[in-house]
């Protein structure tokens, strides 16, 4: 089994709460790219987004994916991580495995209902929505190595289909 796991997905996917899992059972370190970038910014994702706009946090994202994907441990992802080509890149190149968690909207919709942290849930509607998970998720695909569906799962159920799938591999 690898010391090195990246998890993509669209938001409510479960990638936070699945890599702190995986890390634990790997041994590992957990990163988590939104608490780098807010760490690095000095300030939440929300209001630098608000202020700067999606085009320079996609910026940024792209600068922390690159330096982190060297690192050893499991890194969680944005879901909009694979909204930019240079981040798309970073994850086909990289030797590490990347983890498509695979989420069927209806569930994140009931996943994310009443959660006010999400810059970009804030500005759509359902319609909004299902046409930014049907625009991602061809992204997603082209980015993973490895694609586990979530839905109907235990986070312990996921992190053990992940660990076969990557011993598949």
Known sequence: MTDKVVLIG???????????????????????LDQIIEQHLGESIQNFFAREGEAAFRTLEAQVLDRQLAEIGVLSTGGGVVMTPTSRQLL????TPVVYLRTQPEELLRRLQGDSQRPLL????????MALWRYREPLYQAAADVVVDTDGLTIDQIVTLISKRLEQN
């Open 10 to 32: 669209f938001m409510g996917a479960g990638k936070t709460t699945v890599g702190a899992r995986m890390a634990a059972q790997l041994d590992t370190y957990q990163h988590d």
């Open 92 to 95: 086909q190149r990289t030797a």
């Open 122 to 129: 804030k500005q759509m509607d359902r319609e909004g929505f």
